[in-house]
């Protein structure tokens, strides 16, 4: 791939070295449509919109994964016209990616239990799935309907029936194969975790995955992140030293 040539005022990020992979919880599209007057949905809706250029920046810059939180386990709380409209843009979104996945060839996947959306969105994700077995481009997870506690409760559900079944036994376990258990198996640990909107909490996000993640804060709302914005992030965390433990 064509090494990607940043512009100037944007020059202090090494695109050389890149995260691997950079996951961003995409908070603060309500607190930006109320400051504006909107009904929380346009912010939604906004949001919809960050998400679609920062992950084509992604792409053009080379990243590998993507993962970004859309609808926690927790979202169901909210007002059924919210969850409503998020689900919409979901369905927008994937209709428009059936579309545009041969030009751009991301692939993508979902992190979540699909199980609860209608079965026509539930279809179009395994579609977009199917897709993104042909192409190599960058792999964008969405994480919908996931919670990172949800998540590894199924995880050890499924490995408890694999023993059960008599093609496991616990005393075989480790952090590698039980990873394998996860949404994420098979995907490299986040490098990066992004959180926007001020917000200092995790909230049940890649909680098993993000152990040795680095984090980066920031007030800026998500429908209003911008590249410059992720170039801030990708520069703090190259900046961070890493340790895993170690010295
Ligand atoms: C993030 O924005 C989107 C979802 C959680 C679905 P919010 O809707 O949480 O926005 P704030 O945090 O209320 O501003
Ligand atoms: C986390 O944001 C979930 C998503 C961005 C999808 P929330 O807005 O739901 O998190 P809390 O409630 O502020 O912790
Ligand atoms: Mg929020």
């Known amino acids: 791939m064509a090494l990607f040539k940043p512009k100037a005022e944007l020059a202090e990020v090494d695109f050389n070295h890149l995260p691997r992979h950079v996951a961003i919880i995409m908070d603060g599209n309500g607190r930006w449509a109320k400051r504006r007057g909107l009904p929380r949905t346009a912010g939604h809706a906004a949001g919809a919109e960050t998400f679609r250029t ?5 792409q053009e810059i080379g990243l590998e994964y993507l993962t970004v939180y859309a609808f926690s386990t927790e979202n169901w709380k909210r007002p059924m016209e919210e969850v409503s409209a998020i689900i919409g843009l979901l ?3 994937l209709l428009e990616s059936i579309e545009k996945m041969e030009k751009d060839k991301i692939r993508l996947h979902f992190f979540g239990d699909l199980d609860a959306l ?3 969105l539930r279809e179009l994700t395994v579609r977009t ?6 192409y190599e481009g960058m792999q964008v997870n969405v ?19 694999d023993c059960l079944a008599g093609k496991r036994n616990p005393e075989e376990l480790t952090e590698d194969l039980f990873s ?3 949404y994420s198996a098979g995907v490299p640990d986040p490098d990066l975790v ?3 909107s001020g917000e200092l909490r995790i909230s049940n996000f890649l909680l098993w995955q993000s152990a040795y993640a ?3 804060y920031t007030d800026v709302l998500w429908p209003d992140f911008s590249k410059e914005e992720l170039h801030k992030a990708l520069a703090a965390y190259q900046s961070r030293s890493r340790r895993f433990g170690g010295v």
Do not use: H, M, Q
């Open 54 to 58: 920062i992950a084509t920046y992604c």
């Open 91 to 93: 369905k927008k979104y």
């Open 118 to 120: 209608p079965p026509e």
């Open 129 to 134: 799935d199917d897709i993104s077995t042909r």
């Open 143 to 161: 994480c919908f309907n996931y919670g990172g506690r949800d998540e590894i409760v199924r995880a050890t559900r499924a490995f408890a029936a």
């Open 180 to 182: 394998g258990y996860l």
């Open 194 to 196: 992004i959180r926007p």
């Open 214 to 216: 680095e984090f980066y």
